[in-house]
């Protein structure tokens, strides 16, 4: 006589997709830096002004919402000129969304937004 | 891609405007990008010469530029106000072809690249740049875009030949540089430098 297996939920959080995103983005060749947006930078410098609070510091340039089975991603990029823009932002959906998939079990679409090209 | 815009008689604006020599501005290109050594009339005519050189400056400029290992500058400063523009301005943004759901590109930066492959085009200043992305007739983007360019030339450079030049580097670099196809291409030639010099 077995004992039921008791039930488990699993939950992942944001902040796990946002940060296993983010480390694979900086991954794809061609990805100079994740750009993050006015909140973030906001963020960012109260934490320089403030000190930083280590318990929560922000994923920069990547937020991500987890409904569910499915996640969504957005990051944003700069990249260099001499990596076309389109193949890039691709890969990066595409290598991004396969690892979180892998790490979490999650459903994953990424947006991805290059805000800007270096030029020298 | 669907993307025949290099080809040389049904570039995205019908017929490929020519070179003042004659030639057609894409094919010669084309044989420049593909390594082809010039031909007796292209080694000695100007036209045909600057269009070479054209090709192999965008190669290079591609090629040396992704070998380059650098970093962004990490100034503070930099990052908030490219943050707060970015933010100000949540629409100028073109929309780029992918399979795995929506990508956005930031329409300054592709125009600063636009001008700064224009820019350095041999003879050629580039001034602004304005890239429009039509939305189709069902809402959705169609992804080709239509550039118009502002450009300053040498004294003594051959205006027809800079029209060819300018098209055909804006097209080449929409695809390989940004991906993003170019529909049309409008140059404005609004001033001349170097008079007197040369």
């Known amino acids: ?120 | 891609m669907a993307m025949n815009a290099g080809s040389p008689a049904e570039g995205p604006d019908g017929p490929a405007p020519r070179l003042a020599c004659g030639r057609d501005a894409a094919l010669v290109w084309d044989r420049a990008a593909a390594g082809t050594p010039p031909d007796a009339h292209e080694r000695d005519c100007p036209h045909c010469n600057a269009a070479f050189a054209d090709a192999r400056g965008l190669d290079a400029v591609v090629h040396r530029m992704a070998s380059q290992d650098l970093e962004p500058p990490p100034s503070m400063m930099d990052r908030v106000m490219a943050a707060v523009r970015t933010e100000l301005r949540p629409h100028d943004l073109l929309t780029l072809s992918s399979p795995h759901g929506p990508v956005r590109l930031s329409r300054p930066a592709a125009a600063a690249v636009l001008r700064h492959v224009v820019d350095r085009m041999d003879g050629l200043r580039a001034r602004s740049c304005r890239i429009e992305q039509p939305t189709g007739a069902d809402g959705r983007a169609p992804h080709a875009a239509d550039v118009a360019i502002t450009v300053t030339a040498r004294f003594g450079v051959d205006l027809a030949s800079v029209t060819a030049r300018v098209r055909q580097m804006v097209i080449a670099a929409g695809e390989q540089a940004l991906g993003v196809p170019v529909r049309r291409v409008d140059i404005d030639v609004v001033d001349l430098f170097g008079e007197g010099t040369t």
Do not use: F, K, W
């Not at chain 1, 077995?2 to 997709?17: I, K, N, Q, S, Y």
């Not at chain 1, 990051?75 to 691709?90: E, F």
């Open chain 1, 1 to 120: 006589m077995t004992e039921p297996d008791p039930p488990v939920r699993l939950h992942v959080g944001d902040a796990v997709v946002a940060r296993v995103a983010a480390h694979r983005a900086r991954l794809v060749p061609g990805v100079v830096a994740l750009r993050p947006d006015l909140a973030q930078a906001l963020i960012g410098i109260a934490g320089t002004v403030l000190g930083q609070d280590r318990s929560r510091p922000p994923v920069q340039g990547v937020s991500a919402s987890v409904h569910g089975r499915s996640a969504e991603v957005s990051i944003t990029i700069v990249t260099r000129l001499g990596h076309n823009c389109r193949d890039l932002a691709v890969a990066v959906q595409r290598e991004v969304a396969a690892e979180v998939s892998a790490y979490t079990g999650l459903d994953v679409v990424v947006r991805v937004t290059v805000a800007e090209v270096l030029l020298d």
